[in-house]
């Protein structure tokens, strides 16, 4: 990870410092869009071997639009969908190890192919009779820590604090940006990321909230199959957010779903003041079901999935950030 950013950062000096002052101004913009393509295609074959902490920092990337030139970002945007799975024998063991039995034994049915595999663990199918107050499901995921990942993401920020110690040095990042406290806030969220237990609150926490909401859906915990390290969820996999065909195949209204999705959000954080912090495609689904259809429109709920990152927003900034957009709408700058 080091060695990456190093040669990264001293590829910087040399095309978009040393060349531009002596005269190579026009040769350093010419090449800049290749460049930038090329440093982000390197840092997604790492992020993809590596795993673990650098496909987050990848993603958190993809998402600044903000800051990195659009190159950077469509080399990064589908990071998500290149994990490689483990070896379901070595994910078996850290299953059972963590359940205290054989899968065969805890599940009547487990699929050993994955259904998605993720940065810090992976997913499997697996069938699972369970009753609660709002009735049963026998079809769940099993959500499984990747073997060694605590360790993988202690070495992984301790490398990442010695770039941010590179990138302080540089004036005009460390103007602009608190670079340490950026690492440590990003620390403590993926240490908190890999503590199940506090996932499967936080997800009840989020279908607390929206509970008089019909179109809004969070996965049920089993909570008999779930540890630090293993969480156990009804099964609620659908059509991708951004799967445009298959939700205009469904018929349902794109416009509609946008809408809710702002309207959920503007909840979270104005109302609620706690929200789903990590809303990348991977996460959300547009869920055709079986309720009465409204004016003869298919019924779909938007579901959410994976509360590992969640935020909290305090009470005098959400009344501080309704005023604002209150002034806003009403052009009241004073």
């Given amino acids: 990870i080091m060695a990456f950013f190093a040669r990264a950062t001293l590829g910087f000096i040399y095309w978009e410092i040393i060349l531009t002052r002596i005269g190579f101004r026009h040769l350093s913009r010419r090449t800049r869009s290749d460049r930038y393509r090329r440093v982000a295609s390197q840092f997604r074959n790492l992020a993809i071997r590596l795993g673990g902490v ?15 030139p659009p190159e950077i970002i469509q080399e990064l945007s589908g990071l998500q969908d290149e994990v ?45 009779c369970v009753e609660d107050a709002k009735g049963e499901f026998c079809d769940v995921v099993v959500k499984i820590q990747r073997p060694q990942i605590a360790q993988l993401i202690e070495v992984d920020l301790s490398a990442l604090r010695q770039v941010g110690r590179w990138l302080e040095k540089y004036p005009p990042i460390a103007k602009r940006v608190d670079v340490s406290a950026l690492v440590g806030e990003f620390s403590t969220t993926i240490r908190e990321e890999v503590d199940y237990i506090a996932e499967g609150k936080n997800a009840g926490i989020f279908a ?105 927003v305090p009470e005098n900034l959400r009344l501080g950030l309704k005023e604002m957009l209150v002034s806003v709408g009403t052009r009241d700058a004073a």
Avoid: C
């Fill in 54 to 68: 650098m496909i987050k920092v990848g993603q958190f990337l993809s998402a600044r639009l903000d800051v990195l």
């Fill in 208 to 312: 607390e909230n929206f509970i008089d909401a019909p179109r809004v859906h969070v996965p049920r915990v089993v909570w008999s199959h779930t540890t630090p390290r293993v969480l156990t969820l009804e099964d609620v996999f659908a059509i991708k957010i951004t799967d445009y065909d298959a939700i205009t195949l469904a018929g349902i209204d794109r416009a509609e779903v946008a809408n809710e999705l702002l309207d959920t959000y503007l909840k979270q954080i104005f109302i609620d003041g706690f929200f789903h912090a990590d809303p990348h495609p991977g996460n959300l689904f547009v869920t055709p079901s079986q309720g009465i259809p409204e004016e003869g429109k298919p019924a779909w709920q938007l579901t959410f999935v994976d509360f590992g990152m969640v935020g909290r």
């Fill in 84 to 128: 490689p799975a483990e070896r379901f024998e070595d994910i078996r063991r850290e299953a059972e190890k963590e359940l205290g039995g054989e899968l065969g034994k805890k599940f009547d049915l487990f699929e050993e192919t994955p259904l998605a595999a993720a940065s810090l663990g992976q997913v499997h199918r697996a069938r699972l």
